[in-house]
Each structure stands twice: as C-alpha cells, then as structure tokens.
C-alpha cells in the first residue's frame, strides 16, 4: 500500500512518518500532486497556522488536487482543519471539503488556550474507523476548533465541546495528535491503513 504524507508546510513531520513506519507503512513525504493523487491512503499534516499552511499548498498546486482525491484521506491537527470552510485563524478560506468555520477557543481563569495535553474523545456516531476509540485518551495541542456538525464523529470538550474526529465521504480528520497518542494513537492509524473505510 502506498502512503502519501502531504507537504504543508508544518513542522514535526518526522513524528507522523515515524508513527506511520511503526505500522509497518513506508510513507513518501511529497508536494507532487501526481504521488498524492495515485497514493492508496493520503496523510494531511499540519503544525502551524492556518493561513500559512494554504500559502504552502497554494504554491506546489495541491488545493485542488486535494479536494478532488477519491482514496482516503486523514487530516490530523491543522490538517483536519485545513478541510473545513475557513477559519478565524487568519481569517482564511480553507479547502471547503466540509462545511464549518473554526473558531477559537475560549480562554477563562480554569482553561488555557492552547487545549495542550491529554483529553478524551467521545464517540456520537458509529464508523468503522473509529468505533473502538470512544473514551480514550488522546494528545491535543490547538487553539482553534471545528463546531459540532453532521460531519463529527466523536466530540472532546475543552470549555466548549468541538469536534476531534470528523469524517465526509472520503476525507477523515482527527483534531488530536495521533503520532504521540500512544496506543489509541496507533490504533487510529492501523484502522486508517488496514480498515476498509466505506
């Protein structure tokens, strides 16, 4: 199986290719829009800022290559978020695969913003891939968030309740960090690489 991780531009790359390599994967970290488009599962990362992360795939060319892919796609952090309409953060428009603008969190005397460290998830609708991780916990490091939709599969809350895992079609996100998520964390991949996603 070929696995394409996307060049958006963020940091920290090496943990979601090493996290993927622990899966027995051999993932090709790329810009080509010809590799993401032939790959059998398609990885979107992102660490960073919203805006600056659509600059990126604005200049190799991968914004409309990435709406149009029919194999499944994970966004993981920024990268789920980058699926959305837009978001607050730059008020940027976003790739428009799901619907939602992500707004940011809340910050009071009891919650910091960033959302940074551990937090469960809460399943709200039955899906292959994610039917085994209601109630884990998972590492979060964001400050802006995806609202409740049609789309959301599982829910955590910071303050307010957002959304941690979404899905559309083809195109899965998780808001968490499932590369240093430990076991959970490997299990969402394995379920993305291994499960037939329908």
Request: aromatic residues 6%.
């Amino acid at each position: 199986m070929s696995i394409a991780v996307v060049n958006s531009g963020g940091a920290n790359i090496s943990s979601v290719l090493h996290a993927l390599r622990r899966q027995g994967a051999e993932p090709v970290f790329t810009d080509d829009a010809s590799v993401i488009r032939s790959a059998d599962r398609v990885i979107l990362p992102g660490v960073g800022a919203a805006g600056h992360a659509m600059e990126v795939l604005g200049e190799h060319d991968l914004i409309e290559a990435l709406r149009n892919l029919t194999q499944p796609v994970l966004g993981i952090c920024l990268g789920m978020q980058l699926l959305f309409d837009s978001s607050e953060e730059d008020d940027v428009q976003l790739l428009g695969i799901i619907p939602g603008r992500l707004l940011k969190l809340e910050k009071t005397a009891e919650l910091r913003v960033p959302h940074m460290g551990w937090n469960t998830i809460t399943s709200q609708r039955a899906d292959s891939l994610t039917d085994r991780l209601n109630r884990k916990w998972f590492y979060f490091v964001h400050s802006f968030a995806a609202p409740v939709g049609e789309c959301t599969l599982a829910t955590s809350q910071h303050g307010s309740t957002f959304s941690a895992i979404v899905r559309k079609d083809n195109f899965y996100g998780a808001q968490f960090h499932p590369e240093r998520s430990a076991s959970a964390g490997a299990g969402l991949l394995r379920g993305f690489l291994e499960t037939p996603l329908q």
